[in-house]
């Protein structure tokens, strides 16, 4: 049930300009989350070798399941930098710590932008009395500005859910675009909650969560230094903790949230013009389903054939096929949207093109391969490969 | 060393159009290569799980190591054809070893073009004794021509080794560009030499030849339903058999061929304006060596970087992090053509920018990384990725 207001009982917002993306612009780059009290927290982040220093440092902090603050820059991602990144982190979000009277194993950081420059460490330094002022008034919108980088819309999401502590609020939002931005690194998620659960939980529910919406999307396949998707759950010192018989529903609050963000990234893909589903069912089992259903996604004939407007089904086939993983191309049934195209591997004999065409036209479709070996099934969300994506990413820094 | 003769002793050719890629065009599309007598033969063919008709003929009559022609057509892959599409191939080749009074299971064919629709049976039939009159004085360059698809250059090489038995020569075609192309089948490539080898030599030097050539190249990653590399050696009944000591010469020749094929394919892949090697080295083993060079090399966004020319490196580190391969990005050290930009994982402090702008602005470079964790190395060759790629391959059939 969507429900739009931005703010959230025990959690408090504020964002400023630190002069990280532009010196001499002031744009929103530097922003603070903070709890009223630790609140269990849990990550997930990115599976690159190539770790950003605030990922490094929130990982760590994050490994006994309480946080204070989220302290979040665009425009410097902290990655390749080294010792000094990490002494640049440490000593930010000590400043955070410091000034909330708070242990600073609970304030994490979490950064965007270009890579291998070391932050602008005293400017940053001197925003954060004013972003601990600014937790007064300051609104989610704000931050969830001051978080983006190519993104062209702000992405949010707020959602509640009944327990039998009655309901239960959540307050979510995403950086995204940058999946496949140069020298941006990609996607940061914030989930805030406003009912405590069990710290064990919590990451279990958000890693399912987010198996099933971040990671089942892609725009370029390239997986960044600084991904990172963290969970706040009950901020206020009054938060009550959910029972047993509450953990299904928050599940589907968080996955659900974490799917709206997923969407509204697709959609917002750079160069994107189209988000489509691709559906594969009728798998041995589910990672084999997801191996082919990505290997299809990733495609960059696929792709450019959905830009295309093209039921180029040959190139669907032929990339589940190049995923390693063996099925039988005699039995197949491939659909685009609900236009049949092929039926137990034999090509429909006459007027799908036409129909498949017109499915392509829409800007969101579901393309269907059923392997008809098993029953497991498994999907990815992608976009077109278009003209201005290439623009975008050969022109950024020139 | 280089010659330009596309004569081989052995071996005679000939090509015709038989209306497969526009029936109402006079194009070249059908082409036979046939030796005097049977000649040794080996075949590395698609690891895609859908396999095209002529592929599952190839693999199944190239096991004796024997062949006398190769029927190649181009403007249809005969792929997801299904039993209709393996009787096609099994009709059109019986016609050919009827016409030269030989073992049926001695004729191999080879078909790219449009998946899913089955031969022009009857029209390509009708062409047969044509392909085989034209056998008296046709060139190999007529069937290289025939094979092409939306390649915009014909792709040959021809080179000659020194032996104990004196100098053995290479007649090689490719077809490549439809690595990318839509509904386009892929890579295939002959190579004809004058001179015989044991069978079971022959697979293993030409398995050896493609990896270092054409399992090195990657336009945008695809393995197509009917990649296929036929070596035939000694085509002449009077065609003497190399001496073990010959085999390192003869095995240098065919893998200097197919690289040659495998560059003149990159140089002319869809919309592709530049060649860029991808070294990795200081590796543990080859095979991480290789699986991140290609991870590099795979990149839509190190591609398109390669594109606008733009020497961004945290673009590389990061797409190398993602491969799955556990390394220390601390130690590493990574240049642009003779440009260090990183070194012991330290972006060089100043002036390597402009000097690296200057290297990408060639057509031909390398990339080299250096993990400094081993002695191995691997290296991929890749092209750029252009608004031209994209424009191709959307709008192919409309």
């Known amino acids: 049930m969507k429900d739009y207001d931005s703010h959230l009982d025990g959690f408090r917002f504020s964002a400023t300009s630190a002069g990280i993306k532009r010196a001499d612009l002031e744009r929103l780059d530097f922003g603070l989350i903070a709890a009223d009290a630790p609140a269990t927290a849990a990550a997930v982040t990115t599976t690159n070798v190539v770790v950003a220093a605030p990922v490094i440092l929130t990982r760590e902090r994050l490994q006994k399941g309480l946080c204070r603050a989220i302290l979040v820059n665009s425009g410097n991602a902290n990655a390749c930098t080294g010792e000094q990144g990490i002494r640049d982190a440490i000593a930010l979000t000590a400043e955070v710590s410091s000034e ?9 950081p979490l950064s965007t932008g270009v890579i291998g420059v070391p932050l602008p460490l005293e400017r940053m330094k001197k925003r954060i009395p004013s972003l601990i002022q600014g937790l007064e008034t300051g609104s989610a919108k704000d931050v969830a500005q001051a978080m983006l980088t190519t993104d062209t819309h702000l992405k949010m999401v707020s959602l509640k859910a009944q327990t039998s502590l009655g309901w239960i609020r959540l307050l979510g939002m995403a950086k995204g675009s940058g999946m496949i931005a140069p020298q941006m690194a990609t996607m940061l998620a914030v989930l805030l909650i406003d009912a405590r659960v069990e710290p064990t939980f919590l990451r279990e529910a958000l ?39 509450d953990r299904a529903a928050f599940s589907d609050l968080l996955t659900e949230a974490c799917m709206d963000l997923a969407r509204q990234i697709i959609r917002d893909g750079e160069g994107a013009t189209k988000a489509v589903e691709i559906r594969v069912q009728g798998a041995q089992d589910t990672a084999s389903a997801l191996r082919i259903a990505r290997k299809i996604a990733e495609s960059s004939l696929v792709k450019t054939a959905i830009h295309g407007e093209d039921p180029n089904w040959g190139r669907i086939v032929s990339s589940a096929g190049a995923a390693g993983i063996a099925f039988d191309p005699n039995v197949l049934d491939l659909f685009i949207g609900e236009v049949q195209i092929v039926t137990s591997g034999t090509l429909a004999s006459n007027d799908w093109e036409p129909a498949a065409r017109e499915v392509m036209k829409r800007r969101e479709y579901v393309i269907t391969l059923d392997l008809k070996a098993g029953q497991a099934q498994g999907a990815m969300l992608t976009t077109d490969l278009s003209e201005e994506y290439v623009k975008i990413n050969a022109d950024y820094r020139s």
Chains 1, 2 share one sequence.
Not at 100 to 108: A, Q, S, W, Y
Not at 213 to 226: E, H, L, P, Q, Y
């Open 100 to 108: 909330l009277k708070e242990d600073p194993n609970l304030v994490v």
């Open 207 to 245: 890693h399912s969560a987010v198996e099933k919406s971040f990671n089942s999307i892609t725009v370029d396949g390239d997986m960044s230094t600084n991904d990172t998707v963290v969970a706040l759950a009950g901020g206020s010192p009054q938060a009550q903790t959910l029972e047993s018989r």
